[in-house]
């Protein structure tokens, strides 16, 4: 059993975790199948028309009550995919009740050749890419009915877990009893959390979970499992959490290659690496070494789960379960001090808050962008509503994204390692998140103003204008802000209050924002023209260290508003590298590998800089 040494937690009694997850056991699958045909003289419309017809009856059979299946030749993502090829699923993110299989069948080398994945909505899960060739035109359609039934991926909620043990109520189960065929002991589930997010569901896989099979009760349509897990209490509580669902993994017999990397994706050399089979009570299968490229292969093969243990120098740094669905790499970040597992779940934690802080972020760029071209349409009411529904949905996530820094604190303290939760950059994001509630409440307060007033419509749209200005300013745009209160100080003249506002808010950006001397326009120039429009982590990378000499020579010249507009690119950034990270897939091929070790690379050196301009706008004048 997976118990001494292994952080699995205990609980004295069950603990409930889906009373917010809609209960799924009577509601049917709904499977899509995108039937496509590669171009090929063998491939006639005969052919294709029998395959879509039979493929579909034989899914439809061995479902039965559990769903319906439509077989399509479309679907909306497929330019995507035809040009991106069937791997880039693992970008999506969509929730939501369906299942969909991208099947695209060609002819090479006189073989029918048979391309799927799964995309399954319910747990935002991109199953892994598989190829079967074929010899016998007449099996294509059976074979490929075979391959989805192989990777179908029953969906399960978990119910309650206790004593390491969970029980999960399976999808439809109870609209039809499972049989071996479906769900037998020792299968594996890979486990995700459903989190509510601006009013919608999303699901974010758990690490090194796995839930394995003991029991399956077919009439009751669930079943029980052993919890694997790497960090204590990985089905544990958080806030804004509806509970975990887990997807059944079709795995298979292989041998294990894993390479062990630290935060930065840089290879660990000379790490113990233990391979064990069902348990760490007993003797490990095989034992070796990581290389100069952080490596570690097993010589023997395992069934579809192993039990990994690494050490270094003697001292056990890690032990988690590693489930066997294809014979891709498996990429292992590792701290080379113990009690960095103790802090796992919170160190995960910690990012999917920061990680949810800049996306906040982000959707506030948006509403800046949306109120200043309703502002610009003199569509004055909806520019008030949509600043008041941005603004509840603000403090919606200030209130929860602060909840989670409040736990997140408690829990580090209660284990002990406050000082090593370093949770400073999220605090600095909701700082700012806070910051722009207070500018939008302004805005709104005066934009009601304006709607007060629009019975004369001059002053109204001047003072809108004004309004704008300032929303220029708040988003970094002095240029723009500058102009807007010139042409109020040229066409408001009739309008001593609001030409007096224009002159004296002119006047002050105007001073702050002169050009000390070249250097110092040639900085601002590249940080406005050059930095904030780069998009991958090559051109960050290419780029960092100059945009780190153009903020110094901002700070040299005392400039606090060049920067503003750098720390709101850098924000924007580093939530699009979060973004294109969570969407790569570095253990299936190398070209994903190495962005993801760019993306590191630029994260750590964007972190630096980020902190060291949110210190310099923070500091008094």
């Known amino acids: 059993m997976w118990r001494t040494g292994c952080l699995v937690a205990l609980f004295v009694s069950p603990i409930p975790l889906c009373a917010d997850l809609a209960p799924q056991g009577k509601i049917p699958y709904n499977v899509q199948v995108v039937l496509r045909f590669e171009s090929h003289p063998v491939l006639t419309k005969l052919f294709r028309d029998r395959v879509r017809r039979e493929l579909a009856e034989h899914l439809r059979l061995a479902l039965g009550k559990w769903g319906q299946v439509d077989v399509v030749d479309n679907h909306e993502h497929w330019p995507e995919i035809r040009q991106q090829g069937l791997p880039n699923l693992g970008s999506w993110k969509t929730v939501g009740n369906f299942k969909t299989y991208f099947l695209l069948i060609g002819y090479e080398r006189d073989l029918y050749v048979i391309r799927s994945r799964q995309y399954d909505g319910l747990t935002a899960f991109a199953g892994p890419l598989r190829r079967v060739e074929i010899a016998d035109r007449l099996l294509v359609s059976r074979r490929a009915t075979l391959t989805i039934q192989r990777d179908f991926g029953l969906v399960g909620t978990v119910m309650s877990h206790a004593d390491g043990m969970a029980d999960v109520e399976l999808k439809a189960g109870q609209l039809n009893r499972f049989d071996s065929r479906w769900l037998q002991k020792n299968d ?23 839930l394995q099979v003991e029991q399956v009760f077919p009439e009751k349509g669930t ?32 041998a294990v290659r894993l390479r062990l990397v630290d935060d930065r994706l840089r290879p660990l050399a000379g790490f113990q690496v233990l391979f064990f089979r069902s348990s760490f009570d007993v003797e490990p299968v095989e034992e070796t070494t ?48 113990p009690e960095a597992e103790q802090l796992g779940r919170l160190e995960l934690q910690k990012k999917q808050w920061i990680a949810h802080l800049y996306e906040n972020v982000l959707v506030v760029n948006g509403l800046y962008k949306e109120l200043s071209q309703l502002v610009d349409g003199q569509k004055h009411k909806e520019a008030l509503a949509r600043a008041e529904s941005g603004l509840a949905e603000l ?12 736990r997140l604190q408690a829990a580090a303290k209660q284990l002990g390692l406050s000082a090593r939760l370093d949770l400073s950059e999220g605090f600095d994001r909701l700082r700012e998140l806070q910051k722009r509630r207070t500018e939008i409440e302004g805005f709104i307060a005066n934009l009601r103003d304006v709607i007060k007033r629009e019975n004369d419509p001059k002053r109204a749209e001047w003072i809108a204008l004004l309004e704008k200005a ?36 002119w006047a002050a950006l ?54 503003r507009m750098l720390l709101r690119a850098n924000l924007r950034h580093a939530a699009r590298l979060q973004q294109r990270l969570q969407s790569l897939r570095p253990q299936d091929n190398q070209e994903d590998r190495q962005e993801a070790e ?24």
């Open 510 to 563: 105007a001073n702050a924002w002169n050009a000390r001397n070249e250097e110092h326009r040639s900085a601002r120039r590249f940080i406005y023209e050059t930095w904030r429009t780069l998009k991958t982590a090559a051109e960050l990378n290419q780029y960092l260290d100059q945009a780190k000499q153009m903020f110094e020579i901002c700070r040299r010249n005392d400039d606090r508003l060049t920067p």
């Open 598 to 621: 760019q993306i590191a690379a630029a994260a750590e050196k964007l972190g630096k800089l980020t902190l060291a301009v949110t210190e310099f706008l923070k500091a008094p004048k």
């Open 188 to 210: 594996l589930f890979a486990v995700v959390q459903i989190r509510k997010s601006e009013e919608k569901e999303t699901a974010e896989p758990v690490p090194y979970c796995l």
């Open 223 to 254: 079943c029980r499992c052993r919890v694997l897990q790497r960090y204590r209490d990985s089905l544990g509580e958080a806030p804004g959490l509806l509970g975990f669902r887990c997807i059944k993994l079709g795995t298979i017999r292989n």
């Open 290 to 337: 990581t290389g100069a490229n952080g490596m570690a292969s097993s010589t023997k093969r395992f069934d579809g789960l192993v039990l990994v243990q690494v050490k270094n120098g003697g001292v056990v740094l890690a032990r988690f379960p590693l489930a066997l669905v294809d014979g891709g790499l498996h990429i292992c970040r590792i701290r080379d001090h």
């Open 395 to 406: 403090n919606r996530q200030i209130a929860g994204r602060t909840k989670e820094h409040e």
């Open 470 to 505: 300032r929303l220029l300013e708040a988003d970094a745009e002095y240029d723009e802000a500058l102009k807007l209160y010139e042409r109020i100080q040229r066409e408001a003249r009739e309008h001593a209050g609001i030409l007096a506002q224009a002159k004296k808010r």
